[in-house]
């Protein structure tokens, strides 16, 4: 089962995945999800606390980051786990996917909203 919540700082939309991304009900409901951002301008997924990442997921990761594209949207994804870095390992060798660190995500998040304190 996937649960997600989004998120919207300014331009910026996170989407932030629980569970497994391995079935088409989860596929398309992360798709709505992203698509729900179209008027980003970055989306990024956050894959923390996604255990499992199989075929219908990784097909429609890779709709999805060219929806973005063609949209001139830049998606990222952020921290996936070990198991799901593997999978997205192999599948950069058809489709790149574009990760984004912690110290990225918090320059992101500064600025979307500038008022946000920065930790030292």
């Known amino acids: 089962m996937l649960e997600l919540s989004i998120d919207t700082i300014g331009r910026l939309g996170i989407v932030e995945c629980r569970g497994r991304i391995v079935r088409s009900e989860a596929a398309f409901k992360l798709r709505r999800a992203v698509m729900s951002l179209r008027n980003s301008g970055i989306i990024v997924l ?12 990784l097909g429609m ?7 973005a594209h063609d949209l001139g949207i830049e998606f ?13 390992e192999l599948m950069s060798s058809i ?6 660190s912690l110290q990225e995500l918090m320059a992101l998040l500064a600025d979307a909203n500038p008022e946000m ?3 030292a």
């Open 76 to 88: 990222r994804v952020f921290n996936p786990r070990k198991v799901v870095r593997a999978r997205l």
């Open 46 to 57: 956050d894959l923390s606390e996604v255990t499992a990442f199989e075929g219908g997921g």
């Open 95 to 100: 489709q790149p996917i574009n990760a984004v």
């Open 117 to 119: 304190p920065m930790a």
């Open 61 to 67: 990761l890779v709709f999805l980051e060219r929806w």
